[in-house]
């Protein structure tokens, strides 16, 4: 496991539907940051997560929209009670320290909401 | 984090050297240089960072003026491959957060 690894690569919902989206580190990483991109916009920052904690959160959306990294396990994004305008790709990057060392990024999960 | 610009678009020849450039003429000291692209809708990819000094890797080198105002990023030689849309990002030590993306330049290499 030499990157990111983001799943799914695609995820439909319907509106009023919960999405989940996971996201597993770089072997050694404990920092995770979660971004999303809207069709023909850059990345905006979401959230910035060490194992367990929440650092960052001030580009989250204030309501239906919640992060966590366990202790074991993935970084899991969720949407709850989807509407069509969190149709987006969300990335998640990881790096292994908060200092001058790069964030790495996965490929993305594409959410579309029918 | 200070701003950057950079020119929307530009194109190259492949073969040639693609040289990109970046102003942060706001860049405080404590503030690093990041480069990463992003190739149709693909994940971000991390090309190369640095401070003050010039900094070379496998994929690019990177040449910071001495008062830090600005940057260019150079691809030796450019293929088709790396036609992608180009991000300079500045970013505090310790900041801990966030990658402020901009809009980037659109590289076009051409054959």
């Known amino acids: 496991n030499a990157g990111v690894m983001q799943n799914p690569r695609h995820l439909v919902r319907r509106r009023g539907q919960e999405a989940r989206l996971r996201c597993s580190p770089m072997k050694g990483h404990s920092h995770v940051y979660w971004y999303r991109q809207l069709p023909e916009e850059g990345l905006k920052f979401m959230v910035y997560?060490?194992?367990?904690?929440?650092?960052?959160e001030s580009g989250m959306p204030k309501e239906r929209f919640s992060a966590e990294f366990p202790k074991e396990g993935p970084s899991i994004l969720r949407i709850q009670q989807v509407v069509r305008g969190d149709s987006a790709a969300y990335f998640c990057?990881?790096?292994?320290?908060?200092?001058?060392?790069?964030?790495?990024f996965g490929d993305g999960t594409r959410l579309s909401i029918l | 984090d200070a701003k950057t610009t950079q020119p929307p678009s530009m194109d190259c020849a492949e073969g040639r050297a693609a040289n990109l450039p970046c102003n942060h003429s706001t860049i405080s000291g404590n503030e690093y240089v990041y480069w990463y692209r992003q190739i149709h809708s693909q994940g971000p990819q991390y090309i190369i960072h640095?401070?003050?000094n010039n900094e070379t890797n496998e994929m690019a080198s990177l040449i910071i003026t001495e008062d830090r105002k600005s940057s260019t990023l150079i691809l030796p030689h450019a293929t088709l491959r790396d036609t992608a849309v180009y991000y300079c990002i500045v970013r505090a030590y310790n900041a801990g957060n966030m990658l402020t993306f901009g809009g980037g330049t659109r590289l076009m290499v051409k054959p």
């Open positions: 640095g401070l003050k």
């Open positions: 990057a990881s790096s292994a320290d908060r200092n001058n060392r790069p964030q790495h």
């Open positions: 997560l060490q194992k367990e904690n929440i650092i960052d």
